[in-house]
């Protein structure tokens, strides 16, 4: 038998604040100590299944997938605690709601099984984790190699507890339960007292029932020296110190990546315990489901197909966006792209999208008019899917779906964020509630948040922390330097961090700070949802990844991130909510009941005098995506006049074209402060058609593709791939690719020189040019919102302030621009006012709902009470008419100071020196009212049922 070891009771990072062993970390020191495999076995979970199999098979190691399982003492749906003795850290784990079992996947029937397995604990069996029970092991254990697990098992336990009998009956239970050959008495030894308590009881119970023994180090952490680092990772866990004595801590630093020579050395006496370790791992063969055709299937006419209903709502489509007969480019277009889609098994996609749109919109619902490259796809405007011409505005097929690249399409949804809620159960219920889910995404500790850490469980003042995470360089696009970064001499903002090192060496306090916090970083702190993503499955989730319950509020979450659950082979759609089309939506009523318009603005020509006036002053404060000062300067600088000024404007305020000063180039070449330089002479005329609406800039991705296609004679298919490949900026993949660019333009005549001036500059220009199609798309909102913020200023101003009305620095800064625009936000009136910021006239009447402390409740018993029982006369006749949940000493105040009752007549001063008692007499008066009226109606109910000599009247408040 070999010498080796294969380490088998492994918490990797999505253990998360306890297991700190970083998966890149443990492949790389598994490849090099040649160990051959590890396996994961996190507490409780399996999120980390796919990271975790894909970056060991990368780094040659064969990954073997299990989970720390959680078991419930008794029945899983037993929500209580259990007590085998008399309590106490020797009694029941997690006092008293579970107790550890290790599990592993022999095989892929295994492997599923204990997806099955980890879900059903969340979905059925939580009390504090997620537990399984004897009942789901037994129907689930084919497959599976279990143990009796760590200290915290059932069986070591019942012997802690001197039950020797319970522990052994237990074991051959679980001994049924999974076969003789798959139940192991796993034997632990960190040097701790717990371990040893039990070490001979194990040893016996393995020889009287004839079970194999299997030596494990219960690994946290991946390097001895991380023993610190983790110990400050439980620290964040348990809010506590590393001062603190009572804290929650490993007794030593015994729980990393062992050496196969270590452990046997620990092990001597029971080398067999070492050998069952390559058995297992010998065994242990599983492949997880990857790129598997798992997208729903979408009801079709009987008769019909997929490929074949797609084609025929397709043409339905663009015939009713031409009625009197499309041009035949659009006819050759739409029979491509179609083409494309069902050869490549894509059309119930397109199905389930178009549905989800068209659902929307039947419930009035306001959609986007597309994002992203979907855009670009004819398909997709004729299906309603997208409201954009992707021929009209230059947009490209090849760049949403690539023929020569076999990949999902990615088509974004965006919805009044209000009502994405009711997108999501549209879709679980038409799908089906067990083949949708909402997605998860895991929050890592960033280097501010592990200084902060770092300065807490060290016990230092908070005002350290802030120094040093003030010294570190600002955030760019909302991402921070990591710490990693601020001491490598090759990172690209190395320079920016000196005044963070300079403090590093000259105070020994921060260094300490600072060294903990490296420990920590990059680690996971927590899981979450993701903020738009949702999936969607042809088959039961259940059967395809491990899903869970979120406590909170019952929701369904996948337990593998959006990149699994993508490379499994699901439908992962983005239902995003967009605070702007909220507006819209607000603006649109508001002027319907102002003015008495009817506006819909997918009629709208995007052209209109008044718009590109107010885009030209840089007056979009509020406007989408045109919203902050430095983008204003730039739309001042370029005047637009035209909506491809728009879509270029949000294509070049990026860091990249803005690096190279792009976005000013275009503005002057525009306004003929500069002139248009050709990138060579020879590639003027050929480049016209491209560059020409840019002023010879590359601004997108699009144009990059149809240089290669026109200049070199590439297929639009492979443009977007030499697109990719230049973005990549590997340079051997480079000049590769070279090769045939050169080739086929000096076929067309092109000189080596010019070839070579055109390659220079698409390469760096490929890398930051902007996708046309999401820009068009999201330009397309912009304008609108800039349209009806310079035609209907008091309603859009007005739908503006509502949507940021629990928002107190943008409700000034919208309050500010309503100042400047001329138009009066009168103060909120009880008599006047609705919920929300609400257009009167050329004026804006403040809305109740933007007051603090006064909910949609309150208000809604004001206006209601209002129309009903007549306009409030005074205060008193306000707290008389309104129902008495609104006569609240903190919503009356609130009303008071926001000066809500000024038009009845009272002065605040006045009104706030009264109103408590005013307050208290009311409430008495209407608990009187209140009872008077429940006397009446059981008297009156008791007169149909007693004699009038027995008729009485309670009433005791």
Request: overall charge negative; aromatic content about 8%.
């Amino acid at each position: 038998m070999s010498k080796g070891f294969v380490h088998l009771h492994v918490h990797t990072e999505y253990s998360m604040l306890d297991g700190a062993a970083r998966i890149d970390d443990l492949a790389k020191e598994v490849a090099l100590n040649g160990d051959g495999a590890i396996a994961m076995t996190d507490h409780g979970n399996v999120f980390g299944a796919f990271d975790f199999y894909t970056t060991m098979r990368s780094a040659g190691v064969k990954p073997i997938i299990g989970i720390e399982a959680y078991v419930a003492p008794e029945s899983r749906f037993d929500k209580r605690r259990v007590k085998w003795a008399e309590g106490g850290e020797d009694d029941v784990s997690g006092g008293g709601a579970y107790t550890h079992m290790t599990i592993l996947a022999e095989d892929n029937t295994g492997l599923s099984n204990l997806f099955r397995l980890a879900s059903l604990a969340s979905l059925e069996g939580f009390y504090y984790k997620p537990r399984m029970d004897r009942e789901l092991l037994s129907r689930y254990s084919a497959g599976l190699i279990a143990t009796t697990g760590c200290p915290g098992g059932e069986i070591q336990t019942r012997l802690r507890i001197g039950d020797y009998a319970e522990a052994r009956s237990a074991a051959a239970t679980y001994r049924e339960i999974f076969g003789a050959e798959n139940y192991f008495v796993e034997i632990m030894d960190h040097g701790v007292q717990i371990e040893r308590r039990v070490k001979d009881d194990l040893l016996r119970l393995a020889r009287e029932l004839g079970l194999p023994l299997l030596a494990t180090n219960d690994l946290h952490y991946t390097y001895s020296k991380d023993f610190e680092h983790h110990a400050a990772l439980l620290a964040v866990q348990s809010g506590t110190t590393l001062a603190d004595p009572k804290r929650f801590k490993f007794e030593n630093g015994e729980f990393y990546l062992k050496t196969a020579a270590q452990m046997r050395e620990i092990f001597k006496d029971l080398e067999v315990a070492c050998d069952n370790t390559l058995l297992i791992a010998e065994r242990c063969n599983v492949t997880l489901r990857e790129n598997e055709n798992l997208l729903p299937k979408f009801p079709v006419p009987q008769g019909e197909s997929e490929d074949s209903w797609l084609i025929k709502e397709a043409q339905r489509g663009l015939k009713e966006r031409f009625p009197q007969g499309a041009p035949a480019e659009y006819l050759a277009r739409l029979d491509y792209e179609l083409g494309v889609m069902t050869k490549m098994g894509f059309a119930g996609y397109f199905l389930v999208v178009a549905d989800l749109v068209a659902h929307a919109k039947s419930e009035g619902i306001r959609v986007g008019p597309g994002r992203g490259s979907a855009a670009g796809s004819l398909v997709s405007y004729s299906l309603g899917i997208t409201a954009l011409d992707p021929i009209k505005h230059g947009l490209l097929f090849e760049r949403f779906l690539n023929p020569d690249r076999i990949s999902m399409p990615d088509i974004d949804l965006d919805f009044d964020e209000r009502r994405r809620g009711e997108m999501i159960r549209y879709a679980t219920t038409k799908y089906g509630e067990d083949r949708v889910a909402q997605i998860i995404t895991y929050g890592t500790i960033k280097s501010k948040q592990s200084i902060k850490d770092a300065t807490r469980v060290l016990g230092y003042p908070y005002a350290l922390g802030e120094k040093l995470t003030k010294a570190l360089p600002p955030s760019i696009m909302g991402k921070d330097i990591s710490l990693a970064g601020v001491f490598d001499e090759s990172h690209e903002r190395f320079a920016e961090a000196q005044e963070f090192r300079n403090i590093y060496e000259t105070d020994p306090d921060s260094k300490t700070i600072v060294d903990v916090a490296r420990g920590l970083e990059g680690l996971k702190r927590q899981w979450s949802v993701h903020a738009a993503g949702v999936i969607l499955s042809r088959d039961p989730l259940l059967d395809v990844i491990p899903i869970h319950r979120r406590d909170a509020d019952g929701a369904i979450i996948t337990q593998f991130d959006m990149g699994a659950c993508e490379a499994t082979g699901l439908l992962k759609m983005d239902f995003l909510g967009l605070r702007n089309l909220s507006v819209l939506d607000d603006c649109i009523a508001n002027i319907k009941k102002n003015q008495g318009k009817e506006i819909i603005l997918e009629d709208l020509p995007l052209a209109d005098k008044k718009t590109f006036e107010l885009l030209s002053r840089g007056e979009t404060l509020g406007v989408f995506q045109l919203d902050s000062g430095p983008i204003r300067a730039l739309l001042r600088s370029m005047a637009p006049d035209s909506f491809d000024d728009i879509s270029a404007v949000i294509a070049l305020y990026r860091p990249g074209p803005m690096g190279v000063n792009a976005h000013n180039d275009y503005a002057d070449r525009k306004n003929k402060r500069k002139r248009i330089e050709p990138i060579h002479p020879e590639l003027s005329d050929a480049l016209k058609e491209i560059l020409g609406d840019t002023y010879g800039l590359i601004v997108y991705q699009e144009q990059v593709m149809a240089i290669a296609q026109k200049l070199a004679g590439f297929s639009l298919a492979r443009a977007d791939l030499l697109r990719k490949a230049m973005g990549k900026k590997n340079k051997e993949i480079l000049d590769k690719e070279y090769v045939p660019f050169e080739a086929g333009m000096k076929k067309n005549g092109f000189s080596s020189i010019a070839i070579e001036e055109l390659w220079k500059t698409l390469i760096p220009f490929s890398d930051y040019a902007f996708n046309r199609a999401h820009s068009a798309g999201y330009g397309v909102v912009s304008f609108w919102t800039a349209y009806l913020k310079a035609n209907y200023p008091t309603e859009y101003m007005a739908a503006l302030l509502t949507s940021v009305r629990d928002d107190k620095d943008k409700s000034a800064l919208y309050l500010n621009e309503c100042r400047r625009m001329g138009i009066k936000v009168l103060p909120p009136d009880v008599n006047e006012s609705d919920a929300e910021y609400t257009p009167r006239g050329k004026d804006i009447r403040f809305g109740l709902a933007a007051i603090r402390n006064v909910g949609e409740n309150v208000v809604a018993s004001v206006v209601r009470n209002r129309i009903d029982k007549g306009r409030f006369t005074s205060f008193g006749d306000f707290l008389a008419k309104v129902d008495a949940f609104v006569c609240n000493k903190k919503t009356i105040e609130s009303l008071i100071k926001a000066g809500a009752f000024d038009s009845l007549g009272h002065p605040r001063k006045g009104l706030m020196a009264v109103y408590l008692e005013a307050i208290d007499a009311i409430t008495e008066s209407k608990r009187a009212e209140k009872c008077s009226d429940h006397c009446r109606v059981n008297n009156d109910d008791s007169k149909k049922s007693q004699s009038p000599g027995t008729i009485m009247g309670d009433c005791d408040g």
